[in-house]
């Protein structure tokens, strides 16, 4: 069974290096030559793209594609989910705050389900270092939100660390529109609608130094997000498509 990884990575020469060794050393030990990681670089303006392409050289499961401009977490993972054809294919952050044998876990439990979610926020989940107040009040507000709009009774849809089958993922990647925030929720809500599986198992998590986050800003535009995919779910899509004409008019001017 060939397992595929997609790592998106925007600006993450500091990082990578160590991510890409450890999953390739793990995974080499498990699977053999039977399993690829593959890292969509997105838009980066440092040398992650020398430092990915110099492991790469080195380890021939490591493959990678550098996409110019700034196409989102999301359309890397679009990206990557379109190159890989695993019989399991997931995704994990770039930075590490999901370590090899959490994400061999996923490969474990998912058993016959078609996908499978890791949680920081059920019981069970070790989390070795919290973050701040205001990013998990924001959390679990922006949760709850997704609860009320989409019926997805996950309590962690924005963890960097899932896993599908084939199956599961070609059937909605052509379907996936949402690049940024909202990418985890339209990804679940269209597997949700296709009557696939998805479970949600508690993580161990390490939350890493160096967010680009910002907390207030991001919340809002995780807020737009929700709503625009909901009207785009709805029979108000008009709304959505006659606020892109005018957008997509008065920015050509």
Same mark, same amino acid.
């Given at each position: ?24 050393? %793990? ?5 053999? $030559?039977? /399993?690829?990681?593959? *890292?969509?670089?997105?838009?980066? #303006?440092?040398?992650? =793209? ?53 994400? %061999? ?5 998912? $058993?016959? /389900?078609?996908?499978? *979610?890791?949680?920081?926020?059920? #019981?069970?989940?070790? =989390? ?126």
């Amino acid at each position: 069974m060939k397992l595929s990884i997609v790592i998106p990575a925007y600006n993450e020469e500091k990082r990578i290096e160590n991510t890409l060794i450890s999953y390739y050393d %793990y995974f080499n030990r498990i699977y053999s $030559k039977d /399993f690829e990681i593959f *890292v969509v670089i997105n838009g980066s #303006n440092d040398n992650t =793209i020398g430092v990915v392409d110099k492991i790469s050289r080195q380890y021939k499961q490591i493959k990678y594609v550098n996409v110019s401009g700034k196409i989102g977490k999301g359309g890397a993972i679009i990206e990557g989910f379109k190159r890989v054809n695993g019989d399991l294919i997931g995704f994990v952050d770039a930075d590490m705050a999901t370590v090899p044998d959490a994400y %061999y876990d996923l490969i474990v439990k998912l $058993k016959n /389900f078609d996908g499978i *979610v890791a949680s920081r926020w059920i #019981n069970g989940a070790i =989390i070795n270092r919290k973050q701040p107040l205001q990013r998990r009040v924001a959390s679990r507000a922006f949760n709850l939100l997704i609860r009320i709009l989409f019926g997805i009774n996950i309590r962690d849809t924005q963890c960097g660390a899932k896993l599908f089958s084939n199956k599961a993922v070609k059937s909605v990647v052509n379907d996936l529109g949402i690049t940024q925030w909202g990418f985890d929720v339209d990804l679940l809500y269209l597997l949700r609608k296709k009557d696939f599986k998805v479970i949600e198992i508690p993580t161990t998590w390490y939350d890493q130094e160096g967010s680009k986050l910002k907390v207030a800003k991001t919340s809002w535009q995780m807020f737009l997000s929700m709503i625009r995919l909901r009207l785009i779910y709805s029979r108000f899509i008009f709304v959505v498509k006659a606020y892109d004409k005018i957008h997509d008019n008065f920015f050509r001017k």
